[in-house]
């Protein structure tokens, strides 16, 4: 990743533990993208007795696999200790050592770079988080690392047309970068292939928000921690150019409302038995390999 891409993971933390308390209440598409991706796991006849939820936030996807999944330990682990800390269920510690309670741990972690041993869980469940890493080759490889052999590693992220309205409202005010940047849907495929996952199957879709005005836009952001944290980003906006913001944006406005677009990438691949799995009948031929 170029260095003006790079997140100031110092500030993302910051960002998410001041968003934890107002999170819920603005988290309509991260919601509703855990909804579709718990849709697809009914197509997905694997019952993993170690879960992992990578970038957990407060806790929503953990308790949608924790219903799913009766019998499997979880584990949730996000960046930020206050996302944590309103994801953990207000019981007693005597309710937690119930043999019926589900075990869930919770761990304040990067999951760039997870602190678990080899082969250790079954299946990664990561809803919107990758978008957040800046070296996602080697989250990838982190991710591979820790899941067993025939393990599931299952994510949503955002692609590279998510917030275009707000990227092209900015783009003619000076030389800095706004919006995060995100990662093509094919490079990330091609990414779980480098890392040797098996069969990865990506798709996306368009999901458009509507707002009456921008700031309506930047207020939701903000409260889910989506602010722009690269390293190079421009501290403060004069008064005159945040109205060329506004008067560019109202140039998209259409039925009343103005647009927010997400591209939304969903993913899922496995990690073989055999490496040698992921290659094709043509590479293998190549390398001397037997088919």
């Known amino acids: 990743m ?14 998410f533990d001041r968003a934890a308390g107002s999170y819920d209440q ?11 991706m718990q849709a697809r796991l009914e197509y997905i006849k694997y019952h993993p007795d170690v879960i992992l939820d990578a970038g957990s936030g407060t806790g929503y996807g953990t308790q949608q696999l924790a219903r799913r999944y009766p019998q ?29 309670q589900q075990h869930t741990d919770y761990v304040c972690a990067d999951i760039e770079q997870l602190p678990f041993a080899n082969e250790s869980v079954g299946l990664i469940w990561s809803n919107l988080a ?5 070296d996602l080759q080697h989250t990838f490889a982190e991710m591979y690392r820790i899941l067993r052999t025939d393990g ?18 900015f783009a003619h005010i000076d030389g800095y970068q706004h919006v995060n940047r995100f990662v093509d849907m094919h490079d990330i495929g091609d990414l779980l292939l480098n890392n040797r996952f098996s069969t990865p199957v990506m798709d996306m879709e368009y999901i ?24 190079t980003r421009r501290r403060g906006l004069m008064k005159k150019h945040w109205q060329q913001v506004i008067d560019t944006y109202e140039t998209l406005r259409r039925d009343g409302k103005l647009p927010a677009t997400f591209e939304v990438v969903y993913g899922h691949a496995w990690k073989p038995h055999d490496p040698r799995s992921i290659l094709t009948p043509e590479t293998r031929r190549q390398l001397g390999l037997p088919p």
């Open 2 to 15: 170029h260095s003006e891409q790079l997140l100031d993971k110092k500030q993302l933390r910051l960002a």
């Open 208 to 231: 458009t928000l509507t707002y009456d005005d921008v700031i309506s836009v930047m207020h939701d952001l903000k409260a889910i921690g989506a602010h722009n944290v690269t390293q």
């Open 130 to 134: 990758l978008q957040w890493c800046n």
């Open 72 to 100: 499997s330990r979880l584990i949730a682990v996000d960046l930020a200790q206050a996302m944590l800390m309103q994801a953990r269920p207000n019981t007693t510690w005597w309710q937690r050592m119930l043999p019926l």
């Open 152 to 169: 599931l590693l299952m994510f949503s992220t955002f692609g590279p047309d998510t917030l275009k309205e707000l990227r092209q409202a």
């Open 26 to 36: 603005a988290a309509v598409l991260q919601r509703e993208i855990s909804n579709r």
